[in-house]
C-alpha cells in the first residue's frame, strides 16, 4: 500500500498531461511519444472526463481510459459498454492498489453514466488479470493468431532492435539485466542459426555464432514463436522434446525466458 | 456458384457496413460499426482490400489486409461474409486474393487472426500458416444488474416469443435482481414487478449470466451441474428444452479492439 502520509489523488485528464502518459505508456506496453497519445484521444472520441489519472505527491503515476462502445448480445440487441483501456501504473507504483483504486473509480463512473457493463482485453500472464477477476470481469475467450514467416533472419533483426528500444523505458528489466552479460544462439529449424547477446545494457544481433555462446537451443519455428509469446511454457515445450537446451545454466535460462516473453515482474 | 473478386474501392464503403452489420447478428461480442469506420478504413494507403461479387454484381463478402512496409509485416484483419452466403468458400477465395496481393509486397511475416472464428482454422493452415492460440483475453463485467436485465430483456424474450408449446410466466433470478417475462397466446409482456408465481423460474449467478450470453457456458450442462437452478413444474427433458430455447448456443466474436 502506499504510505499513509503520501498524497494520493485521482482527477480527469488535464492538458499537458499526455507527456507523462507517454512516459508511463512506454514503460507498460509500447514505445509511445505524446503525439500519439494525443491522436489516440482524438480518434477514439476519449473526453478529458474518461481519462481518470492517479497522482501520488503530484506526479503522474496511474491512468485508466474509459472508451465508450456498443456491443452485439444477440438479438439485434446493441448494448453500451465502458470499455476499459490504457490501463497502466509506473514500476515504482505497482502493488501499491493504485491501479485498483482508479479502476474502481472508472467503473462508478460508468455506472453513475447509466452504463451497466464494461469490457476489457488484456493478457492472461500479467498481473493485472488478477485484478480485473477481483473487480468482477469474466474471462471471455483468448484469441488464436495464424502467423506465417516468409523472411525470419528479418523479423529475427527487428525483434532484437525492439528489445532495445522497450529496454529504454523498462525499469524493472534494466536492474534485472544489470551484470548479465550474455550470447544467446537459437538453432531454428528450416530457418538457420540465429545469435544475439546482450553486452553493454543493449541487445545486439550477431551476424555468426561466438565461440563460446553462453546459451543454446533448438526449436522450430513455431514452438519458438509459441514459446517467446507465453503462448506455452518454455518448460513444457522442453518436456515435449520441442525445444532442446543444449547449453545453458538455470538462472540464465531464467533471464532469458524473460527476455523473450518481456515479462519483468515476478 | 459463380463469384468474381476485385479489389475494394471507396465507393464500396455503405455496401460493406451492410454486410457487416449482417454478419455481426451472427455473433455475440462485435462492436457496432457506422460508415465513417469503413470510410477511414478505405482511406488509408497502407491498408488493402478485396470483395466478393455475387452474378448481380453485389458485394456478399470482404477481407481487408494492412501491410507495414517499414516493418515488413502484413496482417489479415477481416473476413466478413453475408451470413446467406458459405462463409468458408468465399472467405477461401477472398483470402487467396490477399494473401498473393501480400506477397507481391515481400513482407518478412503474415498473420491473420486476434478474432476467433472457426472457419479460421479450416484457411490458413491450408496457406502455410501456424496457429497460435494468444494469451490476449476478453474480459467483460456486469456493473449494473437490474439495469442490465433491463436492458438485455429482448435477448431472452425474443426466443420465449419463438418457444412452442409453452406459455407462463419467466422469472429470471440474478443476484436477487429479476427479470419477468410472460407469455401467453403467443404475445410477450415483459413486467416490472409480480407477485404471481412464475412458471418457470431461473436463478444464477453474474458470473454464469456473463458466459451464458457470450457463449462459453451452456445452460442445460449448468443447471445438471447445479451451478443454474430451476424452479419449476416440468419434467426435466421440458425444463432441459426451455433452458436451450433461453440460451441458445453463441458464438463469441470480436474484431474491434480498444
Known amino acids: 500500500m502506499l504510505q499513509e502520509d503520501a498524497k494520493y489523488v485521482v482527477r480527469n485528464y488535464r492538458k499537458g498531461d499526455e507527456l507523462r502518459l507517454a512516459e508511463i505508456y512506454s514503460e507498460c506496453f509500447d514505445p509511445i511519444t505524446a503525439r500519439i497519445v494525443k491522436k489516440w484521444h482524438r480518434r477514439a472520441k476519449v473526453l478529458p472526463k474518461h481519462i481518470f489519472i492517479g497522482e501520488v505527491e503530484s506526479r503522474i503515476v496511474s491512468s485508466v481510459v474509459l472508451e465508450f462502445r456498443k456491443l452485439h448480445l444477440g438479438e439485434e440487441v446493441y448494448l453500451k459498454t465502458g470499455g476499459v483501456a490504457g490501463v497502466c501504473t509506473g514500476s515504482d507504483y505497482r502493488r501499491k492498489g493504485v491501479v485498483t483504486n482508479l479502476m474502481k473509480q472508472a467503473l462508478d463512473y460508468t455506472k453513475q453514466s447509466g452504463v451497466s457493463n464494461s469490457a476489457l482485453f488484456t493478457d492472461l500472464d500479467i498481473p493485472a488479470h488478477r485484478i480485473y477477476s477481483r473487480l468482477g470481469f469474466i474471462d471471455i475467450k483468448n484469441w488464436k493468431s495464424f502467423i506465417k514467416y516468409l523472411d525470419y533472419p528479418f523479423v529475427f533483426k527487428r525483434w532484437v532492435r525492439r528489445r532495445n528500444r522497450l529496454l529504454k523505458y523498462a525499469k524493472i528489466a534494466k536492474r534485472k539485466l544489470q551484470g548479465w552479460e550474455k550470447s544467446v544462439v537459437i538453432k531454428l529449424k528450416d530457418v538457420g542459426t540465429l545469435c544475439f547477446r546482450f553486452k553493454h545494457g543493449r541487445f545486439e544481433t550477431l551476424k555468426k555464432p561466438p565461440k563460446t555462446p553462453d546459451i543454446i537451443f533448438s526449436a522450430d519455428v513455431p514452438t519458438y514463436t509459441r514459446v517467446s509469446a507465453g503462448a506455452i511454457e518454455w518448460k513444457e515445450a522442453v518436456k515435449n522434446g520441442k525445444l532442446v537446451v543444449e547449453k545453458g545454466k538455470p538462472a540464465e535460462i531464467e533471464m532469458l525466458k524473460r527476455i523473450l516473453k518481456w515479462i519483468w515482474e515476478e | ?258
Open chain 2, 1 to 258: 456458384m459463380q463469384m468474381r473478386t476485385r479489389e475494394v474501392r471507396k465507393e464500396d464503403a455503405e455496401q460493406l457496413l451492410s454486410i457487416y452489420c449482417r454478419f455481426a447478428k451472427e455473433y455475440v461480442g462485435l462492436a457496432s460499426r457506422d460508415i465513417k469506420t469503413y470510410k477511414r478504413l478505405l482511406r488509408r494507403k497502407e491498408n488493402i482490400g478485396w470483395v466478393a461479387l455475387n452474378q448481380k454484381g453485389n458485394i456478399v463478402g470482404y477481407v481487408t489486409a494492412r501491410f507495414d512496409k517499414r516493418k515488413r509485416e502484413a496482417r489479415i484483419s477481416e473476413i466478413v461474409i453475408d451470413p446467406d452466403k458459405d462463409f468458408k468458400q468465399i472467405a477461401k477465395l477472398l483470402v487467396n486474393k490477399a494473401y498473393k496481393s501480400l506477397l507481391e509486397k515481400k513482407p518478412a511475416v503474415i498473420s491473420a487472426g486476434s478474432i476467433r472464428n472457426p472457419h479460421y482454422a479450416e484457411i490458413f493452415p491450408q496457406l502455410g500458416f501456424f496457429d497460435m492460440e494468444s494469451t490476449g483475453i476478453f474480459m467483460y463485467a456486469i456493473l449494473d444488474i437490474p439495469k442490465f436485465l433491463t436492458e438485455i430483456s429482448p435477448v431472452f424474450a425474443n426466443p420465449i416469443k419463438r418457444l412452442k408449446k409453452w406459455n407462463g410466466l419467466l422469472q429470471l433470478q440474478c443476484e436477487e435482481h429479476n427479470l419477468f417475462i410472460k407469455k401467453q397466446n403467443g404475445d410477450i409482456e415483459t413486467l416490472i414487478w409480480t407477485n404471481q408465481k412464475p412458471d418457470f423460474k431461473i436463478m444464477l449467478s453474474r458470473g454464469l449470466l456473463t458466459k451464458l450470453l457470450f457463449g462459453i457456458a451452456e445452460s442445460v450442462e449448468s443447471f445438471r451441474k447445479g451451478k443454474l437452478k430451476v424452479e419449476t413444474a416440468l419434467n426435466e427433458k421440458e425444463t432441459a428444452r426451455i433452458l436451450a430455447a433461453i440460451f441458445p448456443k453463441k458464438q463469441f466474436l470480436t474484431m474491434d479492439f480498444w
